[in-house]
C-alpha cells in the first residue's frame, strides 16, 4: 500500500507548532485591533477575472487555478486541444484560482460593499494563500499572510502608522528587524531618466532581483527585457547609490531633476521618514532604490521587512495602491497596506529560539485512573476544576502509573492529581508537581485554589 503523502510545499502541524502559529497570529492580531483595524474573511476561491493581470507576468504564472466543475473539457475538440497553448486553454477549462495574496480580493471585497462601508476603512485579514511556486526553504505554496490595510485615505500618515506597528509587532515577537523603504514613484522618475517609462515594470521586476541573482544577471534580464547598454549605463546610479537616506534623496534629487513624478516620489519619502521620527520609531529604516517588490499594483510606498539576525528573505512587506479598485470599476479610491508572513516569521522565530516555553502547554492538570472508585472521585474533581477555569483531563483507561506518567510528560502537563486506594479513603488528594517531583496531600478545595494560583501566575 502507498504511503500518504501530501503536496509538496504543504505541511501538517502538530499540536505544539499549531500553538506557536496561533502565537504569532494572536500577537499580530493584538497590534491590529490596537491600531482600530477591524477583520472581514474572503473566500479561498476567487474568478480568474478577478485575479488575472494585477500581479504582473510573473505573479499571473504562479496562480493555481481550479477545473471547472463537471465536464471541464466540454466544448473543446480534440484539435483545440492539441493545439492550444496551455495558457489559453486553463482560461477555457477553469473559471475560477486560489487566491494568490489577500489585497486583490480586499479590492473586490470594497467594490462590492462599498455602500456599506465607511471610509476611509481599515481592516485586517489572516488566511491563507496559495502560489504555484518551487517550494525552498522559507517558500511555500500554502502560507498564511496576515494583512492590514487602510483604503479611501492619500495621507501619508498612513505609511508612517503602519511602520510604527511593524515595528510594534516584532518588538512584541522579540525580533530585530530592519524596514526597507521605496517609492514607486522614484523608480517611475528613473524609468523616465533614461528615456523608458514604457520599461518601468520590466525595470523593476529586473532590479528587484538584485539581491538574489545579483547585478550582472539583474542587466542580462535587462537586457533580455529590451534595454540597450546605454540604457543599463544610465541606470548606474539606482545600483550605486549609497550613504545615509539623506545622502541617497540628495543624489537623487539632482539625478530627477527634470521628473516631476520622481521629485514627488521623494517628497513623499521624506515625509514618511519625518513622521517616524517625530513619532519616536527606533527600528533602522533604509531607504533602498532596488526595491521593487515586483507586483504592478504598487504605485507610492514601497514597504520591506527583514529579520536583522536570520537570512530568510522578508518576512512583512507591502506598500501603496492607489487605483487598485479601479480595476473592479470604483475610481479614486487610495490605499495602502502590508503583510506580515506568518510562516517565515515562525521559521525566525524557532532559528531565534524565541517562542515562549509554555507554548502547547495545554492542560494544566491529569488526574489518574486506577480503578472504579478513584474514577468517580476523579471525575466528579474534573467537572470542579473546569468550573473554576482550570484545563484538566482525566486519563480515560484504568491502567499503570508509569503509562499515566509517561502521556502527562509527552503531552507537557505540568501537574499530575494521584487518586489511588489511599486518596479515596482519607479524602486527602496527592498533587505532584511533573518538572520537580514534588508531591503533596491536600482535600479537593485546597487543590483547586493551589491550581488557580498557578493558572494567574
Known amino acids: 500500500m502507498q504511503k500518504p503523502a501530501i503536496p509538496k510545499g504543504t505541511r501538517d502541524f502538530n499540536p505544539l507548532v499549531t500553538a506557536r502559529r496561533n502565537y504569532i497570529f494572536d500577537t499580530i492580531r493584538q497590534v491590529f485591533r490596537l491600531y482600530g483595524f477591524q477583520p472581514i474573511e474572503t473566500p479561498a476561491m476567487e474568478n480568474l477575472s478577478t485575479l488575472m493581470g494585477k500581479y504582473g507576468e510573473e505573479g499571473d504564472k504562479l496562480l493555481f487555478k481550479v477545473l471547472n466543475s463537471g465536464d471541464f473539457l466540454q466544448g473543446i475538440d480534440r484539435p483545440s486541444l492539441a493545439e492550444a497553448e496551455a495558457p489559453k486553454l486553463a482560461t477555457r477549462i477553469s473559471e475560477k484560482g486560489l487566491r494568490y495574496d489577500l489585497t486583490v480580493p480586499f479590492a473586490r471585497y470594497v467594490v462590492m460593499y462599498r455602500n456599506d462601508i465607511t471610509f476611509?476603512?481599515?481592516?485586517?485579514?489572516?488566511?491563507?494563500?496559495?502560489?504555484?511556486?518551487?517550494?525552498?526553504?522559507?517558500?511555500?505554496?500554502?502560507?498564511?499572510?496576515?494583512?492590514?490595510?487602510?483604503i479611501g485615505s492619500d495621507s501619508l500618515i498612513n505609511e508612517a502608522e503602519l511602520l510604527l506597528m511593524t515595528r510594534d509587532v516584532f518588538s512584541r515577537l522579540g525580533i530585530g528587524v530592519v524596514v526597507k523603504l521605496n517609492n514607486r514613484k522614484i523608480l517611475a522618475g528613473i524609468a523616465a531618466h533614461i528615456g523608458h517609462?514604457?520599461?518601468?515594470?520590466?525595470?523593476?521586476?529586473?532590479?528587484?532581483?538584485?539581491?538574489?541573482?545579483?547585478?550582472?544577471?539583474?542587466?542580462?534580464?535587462?537586457?533580455?527585457?529590451?534595454?540597450?547598454?546605454?540604457?543599463?549605463?544610465?541606470?548606474s546610479p539606482v545600483f550605486d547609490l549609497q550613504g545615509s537616506n539623506e545622502e541617497k534623496i540628495t543624489g537623487?534629487?539632482?539625478?530627477?531633476?527634470?521628473?516631476?513624478?520622481?521629485?514627488?516620489?521623494?517628497?513623499?519619502?521624506?515625509?514618511?521618514?519625518?513622521?517616524?521620527?517625530?513619532?519616536?520609531?527606533?527600528?533602522?529604516v533604509e531607504f533602498d532604490l532596488t526595491l521593487a517588490r515586483g507586483l504592478n499594483y504598487y504605485t507610492g510606498a514601497i514597504i520591506e521587512v527583514k529579520a536583522a539576525e536570520v537570512a530568510i528573505g522578508s518576512i512583512s512587506g507591502g506598500g501603496r495602491y492607489d487605483n487598485l479598485t479601479g480595476i473592479f470599476g470604483l475610481d479614486g479610491v487610495s490605499g495602502v497596506g502590508i503583510s506580515?508572513?506568518?510562516?517565515?516569521?515562525?521559521?525566525?522565530?524557532?532559528?531565534?529560539?524565541?517562542?515562549?516555553?509554555?507554548?502547547?502547554?495545554?492542560?494544566?492538570?491529569?488526574?489518574?485512573?486506577?480503578?472504579?472508585?478513584?474514577?468517580?472521585?476523579?471525575?466528579?474533581?474534573?467537572?470542579?476544576?473546569?468550573?473554576?477555569?482550570?484545563?484538566?483531563?482525566m486519563y480515560p483507561d484504568t491502567t499503570k502509573l508509569k503509562k499515566q506518567m509517561t502521556y502527562a510528560n509527552a503531552n507537557r502537563i505540568p501537574y499530575v492529581v494521584l487518586i489511588g486506594e489511599e486518596e479515596v479513603q482519607s479524602g486527602l488528594l496527592t498533587l505532584k508537581e511533573m518538572e520537580s517531583g514534588k508531591q503533596e496531600k491536600m482535600k479537593d478545595l485546597e487543590l483547586i485554589a493551589k491550581l488557580s494560583e498557578v493558572k494567574e501566575l
Not at 130 to 142: L, S
Not at 197 to 205: A, S
Not at 207 to 232: F, W, Y
Not at 259 to 281: F, I, N, P, W, Y
Open 120 to 150: 476611509p476603512f481599515r481592516r485586517y485579514q489572516i488566511q491563507p494563500v496559495w502560489r504555484a511556486d518551487r517550494p525552498q526553504k522559507g517558500r511555500y505554496r500554502e502560507f498564511y499572510q496576515c494583512d492590514a490595510d487602510m
Open 197 to 235: 517609462p514604457d520599461k518601468l515594470t520590466d525595470i523593476t521586476v529586473a532590479i528587484d532581483k538584485l539581491d538574489k541573482i545579483g547585478r550582472d544577471n539583474v542587466e542580462k534580464e535587462l537586457t533580455e527585457r529590451g534595454l540597450s547598454p546605454a540604457d543599463i549605463a544610465a541606470l
Open 252 to 284: 537623487l534629487r539632482s539625478l530627477l531633476a527634470k521628473s516631476e513624478m520622481g521629485q514627488k516620489g521623494l517628497d513623499e519619502l521624506e515625509t514618511v521618514l519625518r513622521l517616524v521620527a517625530e513619532a519616536g520609531l527606533d527600528t533602522p
Open 340 to 393: 506580515f508572513g506568518a510562516d517565515r516569521i515562525y521559521d525566525v522565530l524557532e532559528q531565534s529560539d524565541l517562542f515562549p516555553a509554555n507554548l502547547g502547554t495545554q492542560t494544566t492538570v491529569l488526574l489518574t485512573n486506577f480503578d472504579e472508585a478513584g474514577q468517580q472521585v476523579a471525575f466528579t474533581l474534573l467537572q470542579q476544576l473546569r468550573k473554576a477555569g482550570i484545563s484538566a483531563e
